[in-house]
């Protein structure tokens, strides 16, 4: 039933949102059915099936977790400060339950114009978190978004900078999370891919379409578009990353298609494109 | 008639494609009405009426030209580099006709996944440019943008890549352009801007909105949105450059207004914002 030779078998993982017309239960068995071994969930789909139970099917199908989507979004007023702590805390210790080691970051918007405060805070809020984390036995990643979204999901939105940040903190606790629709136009990414060797924690692809229709869910399926997936994903295994390699694509087109269609056109593309 | 101040009134330009629901004469006529001293008219928006009667229409306005957009797309097929340089040198000499000594340089997509080999061939493009360039008086200013136009426009995305160009070139004939629509995110920034000094040949604003509806025409005018134009600006100033500042709005919501409501709004809110 699957397309995928067992090198790829090993490595494809089926980033959530891409089939955001499907819930977990949907996603796990198409997955199944697919043959991908590995699975990225989203704390919004699985807040929708329960933590008890979404960590119960994760389980009963075998498939393997990547990592999970996502904590973050630290720079709030002051008063805001203690819930989203107490909520990224939640965030960490349900990766753990759903049997992955690593916590996708999104960093956040600032909350008004001086995104150097805002920057700040991340750095802080991280902090905060490192020692719950270690705890739960569970890595932070912090991924970087592309600028676009500076105004509203990141202000973190370059490997330099994430790789900054990390620096900060043992790569045993904070890495960073590569993903090519975000860094694939940065003039400094293959010498910042080489400075994040050893704190890769996941790799994320899809295309960059063009022409790009909207900002959050134009992406293109892995081929479509113009980013040199081989490449970069040459790049992150010269500097240390073996693990699962996800497939996250954003895409209203995507969304409006039956949800096996999707799942094959990936498994029958991801060894020929990335 | 204007609630501009005198301060301002000297530093205000109005780029062309702030109005795009106007021609080149309204355009102009708009800008006196308005008390608008500087223009900053665009390449095909001149062809409409042609090169020596817009050359005319602004002589006889008393408008300065701050710069002219634009040449540049240098990356295209080895049986197209002749004809895209030759249209090139044509834009310096329009600009000269036009008045300005500065030509805007878009630097255009890559025609293939190869991104670096792109950037490459901008550099030879520039470099093929200056002795023309310097002849007709005309100084070429990089303009980074956006990195979310790096597939369709420009791979030429960060102040720093800009600065390392233009660092091939004399400061007397090729510099770079500060647009913060397209810089406001970098966390390299201000000190971009810094190493810029003496380099600065333009600095446009306009506003990033949260949400940005779209990729192209999703500006915001200024003050609406989220960028430190002021602290932009200032440090532009600190960095030496005491020239006209553009108002560049690429903006559908704008372009669907009346145009003298549009530089109205333009002008009472400069001095305020920028």
Redesign the interface.
């Given at each position: 039933m699957s397309d995928l030779d067992s090198a790829s078998k090993h490595r494809l993982s089926l980033n959530q949102m891409t089939l955001d017309q499907w819930g977990l239960e949907d996603v796990i068995d198409g997955c199944v059915r697919a043959g991908v071994e590995w699975i990225g969930p989203w704390r919004h789909k699985v807040q929708e099936v329960g933590l008890e139970e979404a960590a119960r099917m994760v389980a009963d199908s075998g498939l393997k977790v990547s990592s999970y989507c996502r904590g973050g979004f630290f720079p709030v007023f002051e008063h805001e400060i203690a819930a989203r702590r107490d909520d990224n805390r939640r965030a960490i210790d349900e990766a753990a339950a759903l049997g992955t080691d690593v916590l996708v970051l999104v960093c956040g918007?600032?909350v008004d114009?001086?995104?150097e405060s805002a920057?700040r805070m991340v750095v802080e809020g991280i902090a905060e978190l490192v020692p719950h984390a270690r705890d739960a036995g569970v890595r932070l990643g912090i991924e970087p978004l592309?600028?676009?979204f500076?105004?509203?999901r990141s202000v973190v939105?370059?490997l330099?900078?994430a790789n900054d940040m990390a620096s900060n903190f043992s790569s045993d606790d904070v890495g960073v999370i590569v993903d090519v629709y975000h860094v694939?136009?940065?003039?400094s990414l293959y010498d910042e891919i080489q400075r994040a060797t050893g704190r890769i924690l996941g790799f994320h692809v899809s295309d960059?379409?063009?022409?790009?229709e909207?900002?959050l869910a134009g992406r293109g399926l892995i081929g479509d578009?113009?980013?040199?997936l081989r490449r970069i994903r040459g790049a992150v295994e010269a500097a240390g990353y073996g693990g699962p390699i996800e497939v996250e694509i954003l895409s209203r087109d995507l969304w409006s298609r039956p949800g096996d269609e999707v799942l094959s056109a990936i498994v029958s593309r991801f060894p020929e494109h990335v």
């Open positions: 918007p600032s114009k001086d995104i920057r592309h600028p676009m500076a105004g509203d939105v370059t330099g900078q694939w136009w940065d003039p960059w379409m063009v022409p790009t909207e900002l578009g113009v980013i040199e």
